[in-house]
């Protein structure tokens, strides 16, 4: 069974800095997703950037991008030019590739960017 | 788009009563996804439909729960009879499987439901 975890619980950062949110998954797939959400205070999930294992490249969406290693299973967040618009719940998420399967969901990580 | 439709945003009930939640997916969208959220458990995915079609309901957690998709643009979650345990933000999401692309869910704003 697939696991997604995500370490620290909590996180907080000044605007305009840069903070790296950390994803570890266990899998024996080789092929899958991986997904950011987040969830501000509106409690409203929204897609923040995704990344497919087969990709060598890492995504990049604006100020948000990842760095995956896939030998160490490994799917952080960097969020640069931190603002306040990014205090959110943080989610990591895994979904096989083989099939269209249920999406997993990390705990989450909690960050607050501080004026 | 409107996006995806939930109904009630919130909800409170007295325990033993029904409870039924509704959501309309993006028209358009093969895949529908009911999830539940609480402080404890986090986010946990209930049921999830492939073309009205229930596909995985591992996650139900008793027979309490039940999910329907009559079609293609309704869903609906039932409750019965409810109890204090069950209050939770449950959310709606729909998805389309297109090609080998990371395909991305899209999420209700959720209905919270409190029962007493």
């Known amino acids: 069974a697939q696991t997604v975890t995500q370490s620290q619980p909590e996180m907080s950062v000044q605007e305009a800095e840069t903070v790296t949110l950390s994803c570890t998954y266990d899998?024996?797939?080789?092929?899958?997703?991986l997904f950011w959400y987040k969830q501000p205070p509106s409690r409203q999930m929204i897609l923040v950037i995704r990344?497919?294992?087969?990709?060598?490249q890492n995504a990049t969406e604006n100020r948000f991008s990842v760095n995956f290693q896939k030998a160490a299973k490994s799917f952080s967040l960097k969020i640069s030019d931190s603002q306040l618009g990014d205090t959110a719940m943080y989610f990591c998420?895994?979904?096989?590739?083989?099939?269209?399967?249920?999406?997993?969901f990390g705990p989450g990580t909690s960050l607050s960017v501080i004026p | 788009d409107a996006g995806v439709i939930q109904s009630p945003r919130h909800e409170v009930t007295e325990m033993g009563q029904e409870v039924t939640l509704r959501c309309k997916p993006i028209?358009?969208?093969?895949?529908l996804f009911w999830y539940r959220q609480t402080m404890m458990r986090g986010l946990e995915l209930l049921i999830y439909?492939?073309?009205?079609?229930?596909?995985?309901d591992s996650g139900m957690p008793e027979d309490r729960f039940s999910a329907k998709m009559p079609n293609a643009s309704f869903s609906t979650l039932k409750i019965q009879p409810s109890e204090p345990r069950d209050s939770a933000v449950y959310f709606c999401a729909s998805s389309l499987r297109l090609g080998q692309g990371a395909p991305e869910q899209y999420f209700g704003p959720g209905t919270r439901l409190t029962v007493t």
């Open positions: 990344q497919e294992a087969y990709k060598q």
């Open positions: 439909f492939n073309n009205n079609v229930p596909i995985d």
């Open positions: 899998t024996s797939e080789n092929n899958y997703y």
């Open positions: 028209s358009g969208h093969d895949y």
């Open positions: 998420a895994f979904m096989k590739q083989t099939s269209y399967d249920k999406v997993i």
